[in-house]
């Protein structure tokens, strides 16, 4: 096993609102790392982090599970935490575990109690944290509309650093705004999220 120092060491949270994503980002992840080669799904119970028999089962998180990447020489632990009301208690304590949270929206529903929940609980915790505005490749995704909302429900204060090119079926990749650079994503990447989603 590999040895990492403590400046190679990140511990990351994925938190949100339930079916907003955070299994499969975190599936998306591992794949995209090389620690798995099968993008798994909810929908079959392969997932990594939906592991347990009860989690098959309802097709949803139920514990905090913990993952493993490496990118750049650092490791990145990854704990993907359950969404639905009924297993808050798993969320906090999943929080005391991590450095910094992503709160994990959908782009179809925007903003949910989960994600009002979960900045209440990032903030309890006094973390770092940034949204991820997931499944723009869905139809009826909304980026403008979630940010809009973000905006207004947590301030000014939240700024997207990525814009997506091209909505729904027509989702190509994102512009970095910082960098100015754009990512498109290639027929390898769109081949695998189709697998994954079939």
């Known amino acids: 096993m590999k040895k990492y120092s403590?400046?190679?060491l990140r511990n990351v949270g994925f938190i949100g609102h339930s079916g907003s994503g955070k299994t499969t980002l975190t599936e998306a992840i591992l794949y995209y790392t090389k620690v798995v080669d099968r993008f798994g799904k909810i929908e079959d119970g392969s997932t990594v982090s939906d592991?347990?028999?009860e989690e098959k089962k309802r097709k949803i998180s139920i514990a905090s599970s913990l993952a493993s990447c490496e990118w750049k020489n650092t490791k990145i632990n990854l704990v993907d935490?359950?969404?639905y009301f009924d297993f808050v208690g798993e969320t906090m304590e999943g929080l005391r575990a991590v450095d910094v949270a992503i709160i994990v929206l959908s782009s179809v529903s925007g903003v949910q109690v989960g994600a009002e929940k979960s900045w209440s609980g990032v903030n309890k915790s006094k973390l770092p944290r940034a949204f991820y505005i997931?499944?723009?490749d869905r139809e009826?995704?909304?980026f403008d509309k979630t940010l809009a909302e973000l905006k207004e429900k947590f301030g000014m204060s939240v700024v997207p650093i990525q814009y997506p090119i091209g909505t729904e079926?027509?989702?190509k990749g994102i512009v970095n705004v910082i960098s100015g650079k754009a990512k498109i994503m290639n027929n390898k990447v769109r081949?695998?999220?189709q697998h994954a989603d079939a």
């Open 191 to 193: 081949a695998a999220k």
């Open 51 to 53: 592991y347990d028999i």
């Open 134 to 136: 997931n499944k723009l």
């Open 169 to 171: 079926n027509n989702f």
């Open 6 to 8: 403590v400046n190679n």
């Open 81 to 83: 935490m359950p969404g």
């Open 140 to 142: 009826n995704s909304n």
